[in-house]
């Protein structure tokens, strides 16, 4: 099975974390630093995946060495985008990513994002302040 073939999850990851996000009182229509995980403990290998993420229209970090608390060395880099809140944008992205992970052999390792709390205007005072 590929990570391709598992896509499904990566799904329901996506509207997870975006739902979680919303319900947490971040911002709906702002523009998100979309950070994709990827890993592997072969760094020539990770680089080529990295080339390829980038062609895709992604900003790529600088690859990272991890030992692992078993003494296992990994190498990880970002794939980086801009996105809104948006599930069928964000499942492209994974589907673009999970493509790219399994023509290298590489770990996706899903996303994350940072938290943007909505602007004081955008709460109705009465509703979370008593007099």
């Known amino acids: ?38 890993a592997s403990t072969d760094f020539d290998v990770l680089e080529k995946a990295a080339v390829d993420a980038f062609k895709a229209g992604f900003e790529v970090t600088d690859a990272e060495e991890l030992i692992l608390d078993d003494g296992e060395t990994i190498f990880c880099f970002d794939a980086v985008v801009e996105r809104r809140l948006d599930i069928e944008k964000l499942n492209a992205d994974s589907d673009t990513l999970l493509k790219i992970a399994d023509k290298h052999d590489v770990t996706y390792d899903g996303w994350g994002t940072y938290f943007e709390p909505r602007e004081e205007g955008d709460y ?8």
């Open 1 to 38: 099975m590929t990570q391709f073939d598992e896509r499904e999850e990566w799904y329901a990851f996506n509207q997870e974390t975006i739902d979680a996000l919303l319900e947490d009182g971040s911002q709906a229509d702002a523009d998100y630093t979309i950070e994709h995980h990827f």
């Open 124 to 131: 109705e005072e009465d509703s979370y302040f008593d007099d």
